[in-house]
């Protein structure tokens, strides 16, 4: 009687300290670093889920691989300083195209900068320059009206001499 006392109040202290046990759990951080990059065929039109892959300095193997998201993001969390590449190899209804993006990550592992293509550095400079050949190309074509239509009427008037 007394043991089987004992044994009871044994299971009952167990069962009152015992600690929760939890099965599987996925635990997640939230941190403000990363790099975005966004890949667009206009303004409007992101390149949205086209495969993506980020090659670290001098990496032979990717560092990651993915698709972009519905915006034409592509994110990735840069381990050491240089220079990363992104090769985005979007398709639209005029077939595949494609980007290389480099970006330079200094030593806090944030982005220093990044290659704009040609267009994107001279916008300006090329829009200036085809209104001046749109101008030009103007002027070219009344003048050569303009000589056209002087000749025609001198041989009229040598015909009617």
């Not at 089987?4 to 046990?21: A, D, E, Q, R």
């Not at 941190?31 to 892959?53: C, H, L, M, Q």
């Not at 969390?77 to 195209?97: A, L």
Request: hydrophobic residues 40%; aromatic residues 10%; positive net charge.
């Amino acid at each position: 009687m007394l043991r089987t006392f004992l044994v009871c109040l044994c299971c009952l202290l167990l069962i009152g300290i015992h600690t929760p046990v939890q099965a599987h759990t996925i635990n997640y951080n939230v941190e403000n670093r990363g790099i975005s990059v966004r890949v667009f065929y206009d303004k409007d039109e992101p390149v949205n889920y086209s495969a993506y892959e980020v090659l670290g300095p001098g990496d032979k193997i990717p560092h990651q691989k993915g698709r972009t998201d519905k915006n034409g993001f592509a994110t990735f969390f840069p381990d050491r300083q240089g220079t990363w590449v992104v090769n985005v190899m979007g398709e639209s209804e005029h077939g595949m195209h494609g980007a290389t993006i480099r970006v330079q990550v200094d030593n806090d592992l944030a982005m220093g900068s990044f290659d704009k293509p040609l267009v994107a550095k001279f916008t300006k400079a090329f829009v200036g320059g085809s209104v001046l050949l749109a101008l030009f190309g103007g002027w070219s074509l009344l003048a050569s009206r303009r000589r056209t239509a002087r000749s025609e009427l001198s041989q009229v008037a040598r015909k009617a001499e």
